[in-house]
């Protein structure tokens, strides 16, 4: 028969089992709990992605200077072909402009720039061949409606140029004529590039000319 002592130590030894157990259970809920918490996006750290668009490409615009002029027959004109919005570096550019009229008549004479050359060339900007720029390609060429003028320009230097600012590459002058007529200038778009020095091209905006010749 266990005596009194013995009935003590075995109460103290289940209350201590007892303890345990409990401990044990409390902390399995409290993981559990904490598990299942993580499940819900409610208390999980929220990572957002920003989703940044991609840079717009920047795009040159070539355009003519006067846009717009009216002459009468027998006046000249000086035209600026203007480059702007230049963002890279570039190493090539090339033009082509297509001039033309309404009536098989030609209305304007177009002036050559550079007499020394055989055909009728445009006057380049100098200081661009100052600081490296060459013209391989200048001339100015009269069909039966129309007057084809090419002009390229390349930058001999590896690593490339880049215009800060707007920039004059040359003009082309010429007389008129012929009154009444109207004088369409436009730019080939599949002709009017230009090259980074990593050969690719530059989106273009190409802003056209219109020029009335009226009689006296």
């Given amino acids: 028969m266990a005596t009194k002592k013995e009935k003590d130590q075995k109460l103290i030894i289940f209350g201590l ?7 044990f259970v409390l902390a399995g809920i409290a993981l559990g709990f904490s598990f299942n918490l993580n499940r819900f996006s409610l208390f999980r750290p929220s990572f957002k992605t920003t989703l940044v668009p991609p840079p717009t490409p920047s795009r040159a615009v ?10 009468l027959r027998g ?15 570039i190493s090539g550019i ?13 209305p304007i004479q177009f002036i050559d720039a550079n007499l020394n050359q055989p055909g009728v060339q445009l006057e380049v900007n ?11 390609v200048n001339q100015i060429i009269a069909k039966e409606s129309a007057v084809v ?11 490339g140029f880049r215009f800060e600012k707007k920039i004059n ?3 082309f002058s010429f007389k008129t004529i012929l009154g009444d007529q109207t004088l369409n200038c436009n730019f080939d778009p599949s002709l009017t590039k230009i090259s980074t020095k990593t050969g690719e091209e530059i989106l273009l905006d190409l802003e056209e000319g219109n020029y009335l010749i009226l009689e006296k």
């Fill in 75 to 89: 006046e000249k004109l000086k035209v600026a072909l203007l480059l702007q919005g230049v963002q890279e570096d």
């Fill in 169 to 171: 590459l040359g003009n």
């Fill in 94 to 106: 090339a033009v082509r402009i297509n001039c033309y009229w309404g009536e098989v008549s030609t």
């Fill in 17 to 23: 089992l007892l303890l345990a157990a409990i401990g």
């Fill in 62 to 71: 070539f355009s003519l200077d006067p846009s717009t002029a009216t002459k």
């Fill in 126 to 136: 100098q200081e661009l061949i100052n600081v490296g720029w060459q013209y391989p």
């Fill in 149 to 159: 003028i090419d002009l390229a320009a390349v930058y001999i230097s590896p690593e």
